[in-house]
């Protein structure tokens, strides 16, 4: 048992050491960045640097070690390993692209890939899955806000790589591999296990709304500023000061735990919900007192809908007790409804985890396919200065994870007055996934507008798939921790985004990167097949990749929509109240 750190402030002081962690975890949005010097430097073509994109996703993707990991040892064991792989990735990679080794092989630096952005996995799993277990009754919103500044990184990075950096991909390859590191060895001692509030905190919705507003504000400050450098070449004076106000915004969630230190208050009413870290419904009984849980939901607050998730038991409880009193039936194990935790075994043999694996899948995999390739999009259709169009992207992606979290958790509580008895208000629990659905209709649009190559639609489309990109992610993660529980939260959501590698591989490695080289070959002579930089123009180079991406989440959007069907139920037995409740543990 991880021994948790009590009071109101310490949960507040590992969001905000989480912002700066995050940040760092966000290192594999960087591909786009020194790609090309991939490509130039070491001689590769478009299919060999799309199957380093697709080892790129694979690393940052597959988080089942890390998963098990967040269960088993403390937050900053977790930071620790993934600094090692951080470091010891990027640093065969810079070797290589410095040139400081010559001729390193093309396998060892897909293995240095795969590794360095490994370390995404491990970073950001520690920070979410203690941050979703510190702060169990906002998890749309946490999960929002932390994804929201791993959407960020990258933008933060393109202003490093731009105004610190001059634009050098060997210099940027150096921060990743020292500067990541040191960030999260710092950052490690602060994240840590707490004990969440039983209940909703009054001041907690303005604690969350000062770090999204500080989020918002710094996602507009890298956008601008980025825009300005490439419009008007700023001074190194400017640039250093630009940096300067971006590291003041970055430790804007730190004022919170400041503020309550030197305004303290009296503790709430809500009090403390002793709770042990591997379980979000395993209450610790505290003084000897067992029985302080609150049941689930109130006799009035039962509903027909309810019905399914009881899973239609034609054997009253009632008489089910008699039968165990008189020797008659012996209890037997049951396995956890929805809304419980999960173990994994238990979680992947049900319809609704596969459901939302494939809908992630079709939704976060084809959005990928365009962020591993967005250079090569750019340069294809004109636009040289790609690094405009990934901070616009990160932008975006920041946009789509804050807001789906912060829309989602709206909608989940959301009461509409019944338009016939104006005095009655009803409960209109909407599902998360329902957002999942929204975004992938307009994925589908974007990617028809990508191939339509019309002039001056390419920044818009990128904009478009950032936003329903970024809300893939903040729907996922607080939809696996409202179905199968936070006891094996982290194992299971990094299953889940194996999604992403797998679509990566298929979608970029096999499809984009083949016909990206086939289309330059065809401009340029099939003696050039084989050549080591093949460079393709024209709306063609990605046009049926586009199609196929479109496509691809059509499916998703129907299979989402049965998703919708399904989990509807439980999230009306959750939020039935208007605020989330803990389901209380089954006997197993």
Known sequence: MVTLKAGSRPPWVGLG????????????????????????????????????????????????????????????????????????????????????????????????????????????????????????????TVAGILKGYGGLSAAVFTEIYNMLLHNSSSKLLLVLAVGVPAVCLVMMYFVRPCTPASGEDSAAPSHFLFTQAASVVLGFFLLTTTILDHMIPLSASISYASLFIMIILLMAPLAIPVKMTICRKRTSESGILDQSVGSSDSVVRAGGDADKSEPL???????????????????????????????????KKRRPKRGEDFKFTEAVVKADFWLLFLVYFAGVGSGVTVLNNLAQIGIAQGVHDTTILLSLFSFCNFVGRLGGGVVSEHFVRYQMVNPVLFRVACRKTIPRTIWMTCTQVIMIITYLLFASSIDGTLYAA????????????????????????????????????????????????????????????????????????????????FRITFFVLAGVCCVG??????????????????YAGGSFRLPQTSNK
């Open 297 to 331: 939901l109130d006799p009035s607050s039962s509903t027909t809908d309810l019905g399914s998730f009881r899973d239609n038991d034609d054997v009253s409880e009632v008489a089910l007790l008699l039968a165990e009193g008189e020797g008659a039936v012996r209890r």
């Open 557 to 574: 959007s129907i299979l989402s929509i049965i998703l919708n069907i399904r989990i509807r139920p439980v999230y009306q037995m959750l």
């Open 462 to 541: 990128t904009a478009l798939l950032g936003i329903c990109y970024g809300v893939q992610f903040s729907i996922m993660i607080p939809t696996v921790s409202e179905l199968f529980g936070l006891e094996h939260f982290g194992l299971i959501s990094n299953f889940l985004a194996l999604g992403n590698p797998l679509a990566a591989f298929l979608f970029s490695g096999l499809l984009a990167g083949y016909i990206y080289d086939n289309e330059a070959a065809k401009q340029q002579g099939f003696n050039l097949l084989t050549s080591n930089v093949v460079s393709c123009l024209g709306p063609n180079c």
């Open 17 to 140: 050491a989480a912002v700066w962690v995050q940040i760092a975890a966000g290192n594999a949005y960087n591909f786009p960045l020194y790609s090309h010097s991939l490509k130039s430097v070491l001689g590769f073509n478009q299919h060999q640097l799309t199957m380093l994109g697709v080892a790129n996703d694979i690393g940052e993707n597959v988080g089942l070690l890390p998963g098990l990991a967040s269960n088993k040892f403390p937050p900053w064991l977790v930071l620790f390993i993934g600094s090692l792989a951080c470091f010891f990735g990027y640093g065969v990679l810079w070797l290589a692209v410095s040139r400081t080794v010559e001729s390193l092989p093309y396998w060892l630096l897909w293995i240095a890939l795969c590794v360095a952005t490994n370390s995404s996995a491990w970073l950001g799993t520690a920070v979410l899955v203690t941050n979703m277990r510190n702060f169990p009754l906002s998890r749309g």
